[in-house]
């Protein structure tokens, strides 16, 4: 525990390691809420997911490429996106934390996928909901995801498409992706 301690506070800066403590518990609010037998899981992934936030590209390009991660041209574009694979990668190999859902969860955080778990979702949502994040939409993600995961990710990725749009940022082709799918999933659940 002390090790894994020291390796969070060599990888991360207070503020950031506030933020993943902040992720932790919320995501272990939201397992409580959700996913119930998994909430220590969630905490461990939440506590880790940002551990290669703050490397250099270059440190993430060339442990990713040492692990035979394929990077996109899309992720060459916005390398940041790559801390969560690289984040996923150093908990197993580093860190010894040998759990594939874990491992999911803490690879997926940034982009997501068409098929998430619950336990990507839950790591997901905590990111963008934990106490120290001030957002306008902020409340509403919050109660939206203690209700509904899926609706929860609808909004969450409604929100980041629209602040990319309204700042005129490229919006990567995955994020509208899986937007479109949580679009979908939302409007059956709600026919039934
Ligand atoms: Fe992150
Ligand atoms: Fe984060």
Do not use: C
């Amino acid at each position: 525990m002390k090790r894994f301690l020291k390796i969070l506070q060599e990888n991360l800066s207070e503020e950031r390691l506030n933020h993943s403590l902040g992720v932790a518990r919320t995501a272990y609010y939201l397992a409580q809420k959700h996913l119930p037998e998994k909430k220590e899981k969630a905490f461990l992934a939440g506590i880790i997911h940002d551990i290669a936030r703050e490397w250099p590209e270059e440190r993430m390009i060339a442990f990713l490429k040492a692990k035979g991660y394929h990077i996109t041209p899309e992720d060459k574009l916005n390398p940041v996106v790559l801390h969560a694979p690289a984040g996923a990668y150093f908990s197993r190999d580093m860190l010894g934390i040998y759990d594939e859902e874990i491992f999911s969860a803490v690879s997926r955080h940034t982009l997501g996928a068409v098929d998430m778990t619950e336990l990507d979702m839950i790591i997901f949502l905590a990111d963008l909901i934990e106490p120290g994040r001030s957002f306008a939409q902020r409340q509403n993600l919050l109660i939206a995801s203690f209700q509904d995961l899926k609706r929860g990710m609808l909004l969450a990725l409604e929100n980041t498409v629209e602040y990319l749009r309204n700042k005129n940022k490229t919006i990567d082709s995955r994020t509208l992706l899986v937007l479109n799918y949580f679009r979908e999933i939302v409007a059956k659940k709600s026919k039934i």
